[in-house]
Each structure stands twice: as C-alpha cells, then as structure tokens.
C-alpha cells in the first residue's frame, strides 16, 4: 500500500471532528475502500486481461476460483462498513461524514469514473453499490460461507 489509503480514510472526517470520535474506524475504513476500489475496477480489469490485481490474487492463497474471490472481498467490504457504522453509531458527527463518504466514493467510482467501464453492465453497478453503502437491503446477497473462500 501506498499510504493514500489512510488519507483518504482521514479524509473522510471534517478537522472539527476529535480524532477519537472515529479513530477506532479507520482500519475498516482503509478496508472498505481499498476492496471497494479493488471490487468496482474487476470488470474492467478483466476485460483487459490483468491478472496481477488482488480480485486474482486472492484465490491463489484461499484455495477458490476467482467467483468465490469476488463474492468474499465483498462480503468483507460490506462487513467492514457495517462495522464502521456499529463503531460511529455513539458519534453522530462521524457517522455522518462517514456515511456521506462512502456513498459519494461508490458513487464516483461507479458513476462518474468511465474508466471501470461499470456502465456496460447496465444496473449491475446500481446492485454493487446499494450493496456495498446498504447492505441491509441486500439479505440475499451471497456470502463467504455459502462459497467456500477462506
């Protein structure tokens, strides 16, 4: 890692907030947006035969296919957000600036960046995103243990 991940996890707060109103989110914060960065620039990824990238690196050491890769970076992604929100649920300041965040880096990353070529996948990206900023609504989504990647 290049550190900017943990720059952008700080940036996320505004500098009025106390630093240990959201401290103890920062590592699932630095989770959260180096896999969602990772999930969102798969499928362009692929489309151009990169293979060195952590979506196919992953089953390499986990003993799965790259499906099973995909579904758990998301499942961890989606559990580091759920956690960041148990964490900043006693802080409503940060909480929100987290929660504004997430969503505006989804939605950048899913909207406004051409460069995942998310937009041929019609409203796939739409699904990706309500999963990864609203997981709750997403029950049926498949998780880590229904596909065997450790």
Known sequence: MSGAVELYG???FP????VDSFIQALPSAMTFIVNGNDILSFYEEELAGERVNYVSLWPKSRRCDKRQSLYAMIDETVNAHEKIIRILEREPAALEAYNKFASE???FRTVLDSRF???ELS???FTIYGILCNPSQFSWYPTITRYGCY
């Open 123 to 125: 409203n796939s990206f």
């Open 105 to 107: 880096y989804v939605q």
């Open 117 to 119: 070529r998310l937009n």
């Open 10 to 12: 700080l940036a996320a």
């Open 15 to 18: 500098p009025h907030l106390q």
